[in-house]
Each structure stands twice: as C-alpha cells, then as structure tokens.
C-alpha cells in the first residue's frame, strides 16, 4: 500500500489504482483482480457475472436523478503488459508494482506501471462506489487477456450486456476522443529454399541503430524497417559480387517495426573490399532517404572464419530476396475524414531464414475490413507466386470512424462544460477493444478516452497525476448528461 498515491486526488481513484498496482495481473494471471472485483461487487450489493475467461462485469442501477434509463457500458482491460529493465529483478507472476510520486507523476522502478488499463479500471470503480453521483445505469464491463490478443472481449457472452451505448477507457491522450480504430491481421509465410555447400569467408552483416516502434501508431512516422533496408543491402551486393546467404534474421515481434537486422554471408576472400564499399555506400544513402528521422542508422561487416557453409542455392537466394522486396511495407492509405490518420498499412515485422524455408509475417492493418482482406491476400498471392505457402491469422475486427453520434456528441458537450474548449475528435491506427465489441453488439455506439499515460508498455511507462483529476470529472459530467 502506497499512502502517498491514496492521498491524491480523487482519492478513490488513485486508491483502487494502488489496490491494483498491489496485485500482480500480468496476461494470462488476472485471477486476483477478477476475485477482487467479484468481492467488491459483493460488498455493495451490486450484481455481478464472471464468465470462464475471467471477464467480470458489475452492474449499478441509475441514480434517482438520472435523465436516462438507457444502460451505458464502461469498459476496460484488467491485464497488463509485463516489461522491465534487467535491475527491476521482477517476477510479474508474484510480487507487485512499486510504485512512487514524482512531481506531476506516477512512475516505478524500473517497470510498467500497468496504467494500461489500470487507471481505467480505477475510474470506473470509483464511480461505482460514489452514491453521489447522478448516472444513467451502469454495465461495467472488465475484461481479460486485451494485451495478447483481446481474448477475454472475443470470448464475452454479449447477452450479458444490456447497453447500446460504450465508453471505453483504455485511451491514453486525455484531449483526444477517439471514435474509430484499426482491425489487423498477421499474415504468416513461408517460401521453401534449397542450400548447397560452399568454402568461402563468412562475412556478419550488422543493421541496428534504427528507431523501430508500434507498427500501427508510429508506422506514419516515416521511421525505417530493418528489414526492408537489409533487403535493399543484399540486392545491392547481389548484382556486383557472387555470395551464398547462410542466415538472416530480423524483428522480434509482428507488431514492432523491425530496428536490427542480421545475415551472414560466404564470399571469396578478395571481395571484402567491395563489400565494405557497397556497405558505405548504402548507409549514406539510406541516411539520405531518412534523413531527420532516422539518425543513428549503422551497419557493420566484419569478417569471420574460412569454412564450408551450408547456403542457398542461386535460384532460392534469388526468390528469397524478390519475395521480400516485393511485400508491401509501410502506410498505403488514409481515412478520407481525418487525412492525417492512417488507414491501411502492412508491416514486415518478423523474418527468419532457416535450413529449409524462409520464414517471414506482416502486420497489415485497416480501418476498412475489405481493404484489410485485398492487402492480406495480395501478400499471400506474392508469397505463392513465388513457390511459397501462407495463413492469416483470426485477427482483430476494426471499428469504422464515425463522424458523429449521439454519444459523442454528449461527450464533447461534457468537455466543453469542464474544459471550457473544443474536443479533438479522431481514429487510432491500433486495435482496441471497441472494435470487437462493435462486432457484437448491433449498433452499438462507442468512444474511447483516458488521462495522459506515457511510455506505454516500456520500464519507463508513468501517468499524470493531474489529467487522471481532470479525465474522471470529464467523466462524471458525462454521466450526468447522457
């Protein structure tokens, strides 16, 4: 218990949010928290349900005052992403979340703060425990697994739910509502290669340095792949030298664009010389190309020991390098409502080079489920075109921008009456939550806010302490309007 966080205004907010930060919920280990939800429900007589998955949903009649009697469903993800420096020594199965004040901050040693999606779960308990608030009828909706899938939403029984109206609290930028989100699939590929013994120099070929980042929210930043300059690298060393490729491997993760690349090479010895030439000569240019953005491209050839290598053949290393410049990497299109936000998008996030097949997944992403599907099936036919086989992934429903509604428009009235100004209205180029419940329940009418949270995801994850204040009396002014 954190004495100094349970001081902070509002204090039920910050005081169910230390509760949380005292009870490990990583993915796939939310038992604790659901039990403390169901005991909580159960201490104020609120009806509850808990389905297999471990959603929880919590259910608090209109105040007497209330305007409406229609239910309104407040939503958020009771799991976390564990991550941590090396000194944290965490296991995020067991021990809690340390945390402390820092000025305007919330922040912790050396790991996330699981303010993704803690601080919403903490708002929506605090109005379900104030009996002073005037509020339509409450449906709130904790749910399971969002991190790794949005498994506890896609496993909820929607008939539990009687609201055609959401709020979703698992934003993290206190001025934007958001009223649209991205659906995605990963597309998994593999291309069979054929290798044959070669004695040469083995040459690493190192590419880091790069920025890397979400490869929905940041794909328009203009930052590079990886993957996609180790392609262009080999195919400039391809048309002057003859090599055999041993390995490569790049990205760790579908949804991260790739910063580091790796391949070995076998060459004849006399060619080092033209390789470190064409290196040099595709940093400056790729330095070039992102110049402002990417600023600490390196890339490294050092040679290694004289051996026979198992490599590919020609006719393998020429479709390996043809298939991966052939997939579509990067934002493609934008929502024709808000031309600064990313509609379409593909990235090669994940490729590795084993003895037999070539191994490699996009994230595509779209706002539009028939623009997702042609942008999937493109990458599939390309992979096939050239010998190789493919399969997507269920994925995750997107949630159409919707200019207007009426929930909206209450909400932006709610925030012109406590900010005094206009609320920005816009799409994510991520998935949420919203989408799959829209694809559940019929016209269902949703939005998605949250308090400022920084660093999501990371050890350096922190929360602001004065916009969790001013988003929970956004709130209250909502549910005394809608």
């Known amino acids: 218990m954190n004495n100094e966080v349970r001081m902070l205004k509002p204090e039920d907010v910050f005081s169910f949010f230390d509760d949380l930060c005292g009870m490990p919920h990583p993915s796939g280990h939310t038992d604790k928290i659901a039990d403390y939800l169901v005991k909580f ?28 009697t229609e239910p309104l469903i407040l939503q958020a993800h009771i799991d976390m992403v564990p991550n941590s420096a090396d000194y944290a020594n965490i296991d995020f199965t067991k021990e809690p979340i340390r945390i402390f004040t820092d000025d305007d901050f919330i922040r912790t040693y050396g790991t996330t703060l699981g303010a993704d999606d803690g601080i919403g ?43 055609k109206r959401m709020i979703n609290l698992d934003h993290e930028s206190e001025n934007l509502l958001v009223c649209g989100c991205t659906g995605g699939s990963d597309v998994h590929c593999s291309l ?32 590079a792949n990886a993957n996609i300059l180790m392609t262009r690298l080999l195919l400039a060393l391809h048309k002057e030298i003859d090599f055999g490729l041993v390995s490569m491997r790049g990205g760790t993760k579908e949804t991260a664009i790739p910063a580091e690349c790796e391949v070995r090479i076998s060459v004849y010895p006399t060619v080092f010389g033209i390789i470190e030439n064409i290196v040099k000569s595709c940093t400056d240019t790729f330095k070039n190309e992102f ?9 490294t050839a050092s040679e290694g020991e004289f051996e026979t290598s198992d490599v590919l053949e020609s006719s393998s290393l020429d479709s390996v390098l043809k298939v991966l410049a052939a997939v579509p990497n990067g ?30 997944t996009c994230c595509v992403r779209s706002s539009v489920p028939s623009v997702l599907d042609w ?58 939550e919203c989408g799959v419940f829209s694809e559940k ?42």
């Open 375 to 432: 942008y999937c099936r493109k990458i599939e036919i390309i992979a096939e075109g050239f010998g190789g086989s493919s399969y997507k992934d269920s994925g995750y429903p997107g949630w159409m921008f919707r200019k207007d509604s009426p929930l909206q428009r209450s909400v932006k009235e709610a925030y012109h009456s406590v900010y005094g100004k206009e609320m920005k209205v816009s799409a994510v180029h991520a998935g949420l």
């Open 41 to 68: 429900a159960e201490d104020r007589a609120l009806d509850y349900k808990r389905d297999e998955r471990g959603n929880v949903i919590i259910y608090k009649c209109s105040s007497e005052n209330s305007r409406s």
């Open 121 to 163: 779960v903490a708002m929506i308990l605090a109005v379900l425990n104030d009996k002073t608030l005037s509020h339509p009828p409450i449906e709130a909706l904790f749910t399971t697994d969002e991190e790794v899938g949005m498994l506890g939403a896609a496993a909820l029984d929607a008939s539990f739910l009687n609201g």
């Open 441 to 482: 329940i019929k016209d269902l009418d949703v939005v998605s806010l949250g308090p400022d949270v920084f660093s999501v995801h990371t050890p350096f994850e922190h929360l602001s302490i004065s916009s969790v204040e001013r988003t929970y009396a956004l709130l209250k002014a909502i549910l005394e309007t809608v």
């Open 192 to 223: 069979p290669v054929k290798r044959e013994e070669r004695t040469g120099i083995i040459v690493n070929i190192s590419l880091s340095g790069l920025i890397g980042g979400h490869s929905g929210l940041e794909i328009d930043k203009g930052r």
């Open 291 to 299: 110049s402002g953005v990417e600023e600490n491209i390196n890339i």
């Open 331 to 360: 934002a493609f299109e934008f929502i024709p409502e808000l031309p600064d936000v990313v509609q379409t998008s593909s990235n090669l996030g994940v490729l590795r080079l084993a003895k037999n097949n070539l191994f490699f």
